[in-house]
């Protein structure tokens, strides 16, 4: 029995000390007045009240709780269920300060006196953490709002930038190649009569700067497109031993004004490849005219190699190489740069706006190829451009590009035909009609699409050459009536203008057109389009 009293007093002792000693304030109250039995030290320093203030009190009379509807509910969920656990609430200590709390509560029986065992955890610490939080994921979340306000005018002001450029762009290109197709087209026409010496030199300089400003706003629209991500690779047929002989054509008469010899040396290719053969014409042909311009004696050749070969595409490797001035090493870096050149003082003596090598840069590597180049100063530059061109079916071999003298005859056999040519631009009118002329094309000539709506009401055409802008009614407006006409759903229509963007492309093939053509005009060009539509219709018929 000594045994038994001894083990329970020691049992006490611990349960007391533990009692006393929690970190977290507990509170023994008598059933059912509340009133205070214990506190331990956890509820002294939290609260500041001492043990024997409290003992006796009630919470009311304390005045601890911080509201009333709180300690009702508590008191009322002890009744009910004996227990209470993480009930949230405040607290008001000694001093009036808050103390946000977790009240958790049981119902037990000392000496047989109903009792409530009530544990508090302080979490004030925790609730303001956790407003600071809420406040800053509120702030963040304003910040979020703002900025992607400030963003998403960014990006509008970037958009109607974008397109205040684009039409910029669009009405020069137009203002420039009107006019400029006009000094062309009278330039061609007058080299058709008897000149002196003296006239043709005149003439050879007049054609020279028409060239060179129609390749400067080739470049630059070229550039803006890349920029603006609207470059589009056209996939066809590639053979490019004929796009060597396309570029050789197109430059051998310079170098050979030059006493330069241009030279060839193609390897043996995969067949068939497909990839767009412009694109690497044009890339081409940016090498070979800046190593025309840098080279004084010597030659030029152009060469090409596959760099791999795999059962799906081949990587072609197109080199240039001089005999030139060369390039002092501290230039090379900035070669392939947008309005650069390898020494801008080059610039002065030689011209030139230092676009080319940057475009053929983004046309090789639009062609998952890339660029490069070596010089010696003195000794001349090597450089090269790869394009990954794709393997696929074979298809019919592909027809030589017919020369102007072969189209022009072809053409002869259509003599007679009716032509309906809409330009607002007199020149433009004059030169198109002679050119038509000279193929047996009967031409009847309207100044807007207005005029050009009502004579093909009048009479019927077999092929319509369409400006785009133009008063009264512009070219889309005109064609989309002309469509409506009786007979006039399968007429060609072409659109031969000065707006040069694929967008304007894109709205001339959806109001009907058949096709785009560009000016300046080259009659070659003219004449293969003519060829290809009226071949079309007489087969129909």
């Known amino acids: ?68 509807e709180h300690r009702e509910e508590f008191i009322r969920l002890v009744h009910e269920q004996g227990r209470v656990d993480d009930f949230e609430t405040d607290f008001f200590t000694q001093q009036g300060q808050v103390v946000a709390s977790l009240v958790s509560a049981n119902s037990i029986s000392i000496d047989g006196q109903s009792c409530i065992l009530t544990v508090v955890r302080d979490i004030t610490e925790h609730k303001r953490s956790e407003k600071e939080l809420l406040s800053y994921r509120d702030h963040l979340q304003d910040l979020v709002v703002e900025r992607t ?64 400003l129609s390749a400067t706003i080739n470049d630059i629209l070229d550039l803006s497109k890349i920029e603006a991500g609207h470059l589009d690779l056209v996939d066809g047929p590639v053979q490019v031993e004929s796009v060597l002989s396309n570029v050789f054509e197109m430059l051998h008469d310079r170098a050979r004004q030059k006493g330069l010899q241009l030279q060839i040396e193609g390897a043996a290719m995969p067949d068939p490849l497909y990839g767009d053969k412009t694109r690497l014409e044009q890339a081409l042909l940016n090498y070979v005219g800046n190593a025309i311009k840098f080279t ?8 090409t190699s596959v760099l791999t070969d795999s059962p799906t595409a081949a990587l072609v490797l197109f080199e240039v190489q001089d005999t030139g001035i060369g390039i002092a090493p501290e230039h090379m870096g900035k070669l392939f740069s947008i309005f650069e050149q390898a020494d801008n003082t080059m610039a002065r003596k030689y011209g030139g706006t230092g676009l080319g090598l940057a475009i053929t840069k983004k046309l090789a590597q639009a062609m998952g190829g890339d660029v490069g180049a070596r010089s010696s100063p003195g000794v001349g530059s090597r450089f090269w451009f790869s394009a990954k061109l794709r393997k696929g079916p074979a298809l019919l071999a592909q027809a030589q590009d017919e020369s102007t003298e072969e189209l022009v005859r072809q053409l002869l056999l259509h003599s007679g035909k009716n032509v309906l040519l809409a330009d607002d631009d007199v020149l433009n009118r004059e030169i198109g009609s002679l050119l038509l002329q000279e193929v047996g ?18 009479q019927h055409h077999h092929l319509i050459l369409m400006d785009m802008q133009m008063p009264l009614m512009d070219g889309l407006d005109s064609t989309r009536h002309i469509r409506r006409l009786p007979d006039y759903a399968c007429v060609p229509i072409v659109a031969m203008t000065a707006n040069a963007f694929a967008e304007d492309r894109d709205l001339c093939l959806a109001a009907g057109m058949d096709d785009f053509i560009t000016k300046p005009v080259e009659p070659r060009v003219l004449y293969k389009a003519l060829l290809r539509w009226l071949n079309k219709t007489q087969d129909k018929q």
């Not at 004084?296 to 060469?303: A, D, Q």
């Open 149 to 212: 306000r400030e963003l998403e005018q960014a990006k509008q002001a970037a958009e109607a930038a974008n397109l205040a450029k684009s039409q910029f762009l669009a009405n020069m290109s137009h203002e420039i190649r009107t006019p400029l197709s006009a000094i062309s087209g009278m330039s061609r026409l007058i080299r058709k009569d008897p000149l002196t010496p003296a006239q043709a030199d005149r003439l050879d300089k007049l054609e020279s700067a028409s060239t060179h």
């Open 1 to 68: 029995m000594a045994e038994r009293t001894r083990q329970l007093q020691e049992s006490e002792v611990r349960y007391r000390t533990a009692f006393m000693t929690s970190p977290e304030p507990i509170v023994l109250s008598r059933l059912p007045d509340g009133r205070y039995l214990d506190v331990n030290q956890g509820f002294e320093r939290t609260f500041g009240w001492r043990r024997d203030e409290v003992i006796g009190k009630t919470s009311q009379e304390l005045g601890i709780w911080t509201h009333a």
């Open 296 to 303: 004084e004696r010597g030659g030029i050749v152009l060469r």
């Open 441 to 458: 094309l009967a031409v009847e000539l309207a100044e807007d699409g207005q005029q050009a709506l009502e004579l093909a009401r009048a």
